[in-house]
């Protein structure tokens, strides 16, 4: 049986360390950091940690809100919605994971677009 993509990320280390990264990124990427102003930086970590892991083939820890309401009423533009996309790539190359596992995860994220982007 092949790995599951939870599994080639690492686990929930791994997958940790990535999203440590990418939520680092959202803090300094300038399309996007407005949004994470004020936020409360641990507690986001964990919550999309959480998110990943679940999504990835982990175990199913995620307890937060679906993608439609935890982006609800912010109006988040294509532009941002790229924006995040790149800092993905970034924190995924940062802790050297492979292409196949980053077109995955890329897929993965590109197909919540519609409940993120302008709703």
Sequence with gaps: MP????????????????????????????????????????HLKQMAGDFFITGSGGPEIYAGKDMVAAHRHMNISGDEFVAVLDDAVNALQANDVGQREQEEVLYILYSLKGQVVGI
């Design 3 to 42: 790995a599951t993509l939870y599994d080639r990320l690492g686990g929930t280390d791994g997958i940790r360390r990535i999203v440590d990264t990418l939520v680092d990124n959202h803090s300094k990427n300038p399309v996007v950091s407005a949004r994470f102003a004020g936020s409360d930086m641990k």
